[in-house]
């Protein structure tokens, strides 16, 4: 009796220790909760940093300088960790030091893995400095060994080895960090295939069915491209995923009313269909809709609606002029996008509503009546500017007429 006692004492022992790391690197409350909310002036943000980075004319070994503030790295770390749960995340970036708080709910537990990271400047680059899970602490000369080990056998080795010879250069200044970065564009794309980057979560080979039932429907009417492409969803529904059909059904809409390929690979097919849709009468109404659409399911509703009054913020001040139409169709796209792919329920629903259609008042709002081509002085005469109560009460009306839409009954 005492040697089974002991045998089960012995094998008890590593359980027990796991379960006592767990409760001391874990918590049932996260120390950050901070949700991310994108702003207009993060999506300008956003473009001066992409606009710095100039892909379209950087070549092979140039270098650039990327600069970020600590407010940029904190919002993308909420929306990744907002992408993988419940949680949040701070940065604070001195002189000397770049530290990282953040808590993330563990998948199916009802406890949060808070931790934090610091990094401080060795050479040209920066060495982590400290890490702590919970209530652990790490020892600082162990941190940077452990965590280049993890990397090493981590499924992103190879992605890691390629940006680390990117990285030449690490500065720290008082709320920002300065990244200077040699282009490897050929060894990072490769990377990426060999990981199976896919940004979007999209299987390239499930649009080819949707590009090919677009590229047999005659004619250019955007309601009957949609038609068919939630037909063919229906379909294949039958045996698959309906939220995933949806996805592929309005990524192909989008390509057809662009007119060209959102996402495009070695050995993709030629696009067969070209010259983009009309949708309302207007080609531009299209790309409203169908882009919007893409981008809900990208990134949320929220997102979508954002870009779209972005654009026409930006029309305002030196483009075409701001648009409600323009944003009406915006918000249309994006309400279909999130209620195609919210759930399989609200995917079925969709498909059976929207099969076979050519009728664009299931989906779209009436918007002749509403004003456009204003320019900011216009703009800002009429409606006060975004956020004013004239603002308010107009956008408040395209929500209405696009909720009082069938498809949305």
Known sequence: MRFLFLLFLLLSLPISTLVFLLALATSPVPEIER????????????????????????????????????????LALNWLLGSLGRGGADVAIDAQSLQVRASLRLHKLPRYLNFSLAFRP??????????????????????????GALLA??????????????????????????????????????AMRTAGWNPAGMDRAALEP??????????????????AAFALARERSLK???????????????????????????GDKKLRRKGGAHLAGRDDFAQHFGLSA???????????DLAGLYKEVRDASGGSGFS??????????????????????????????????HDARLFF?????????????QFERRFGGVGQPAYVKQVREIEARIAALPLYR
Do not use: C
Not at 46 to 72: C, N, P, T
């Open 35 to 74: 949700p991310a909310t994108l702003k207009l002036a993060d999506l300008e943000r956003g473009r001066l940093i992409v606009e710095s980075l100039d892909l379209k004319r950087l070549k092979e070994g140039e270098e650039r300088r990327l600069r970020f503030g600590q407010e940029d790295m904190e």
């Open 122 to 147: 060795q050479g040209d680059l920066l060495v982590p400095s400290g890490v702590r899970l919970g209530k652990v602490p790490l020892p600082a000369r162990l941190t940077g060994k452990l965590l």
């Open 153 to 190: 056998i981590s499924p992103a080795a190879e992605q890691y080895g390629v940006v680390r010879d990117m990285l030449r250069k690490a500065v720290l200044q008082p709320g920002h960090l300065e990244l200077t970065l040699v282009w490897r564009g050929a060894e990072f794309q490769k």
């Open 210 to 227: 949707y590009r090919e039932r677009l590229a047999a429907t005659r004619g250019n009417d955007y309601a009957t491209l949609l038609g």
């Open 240 to 266: 698959g995923d309906p939220v995933a059909e949806n996805h592929s059904a309005i990524t192909a809409l989008a390509e057809a009313a662009l007119g060209g390929r959102l996402f495009a690979g070695p």
């Open 294 to 304: 893409f981008i809900a399911i990208m990134g949320g509703e929220g997102v979508a």
């Open 324 to 357: 409600f139409n323009d944003l009406a169709a915006d918000k249309a796209g994006s309400r279909l996008g999130e209620l195609a792919t919210r759930s399989p329920e609200t995917a079925r629903r969709v498909q059976d509503k929207l099969a076979g259609t």
């Open 365 to 377: 709002p009436e918007v002749k009546d509403l004003p456009e081509f204003m320019n900011q002085s």
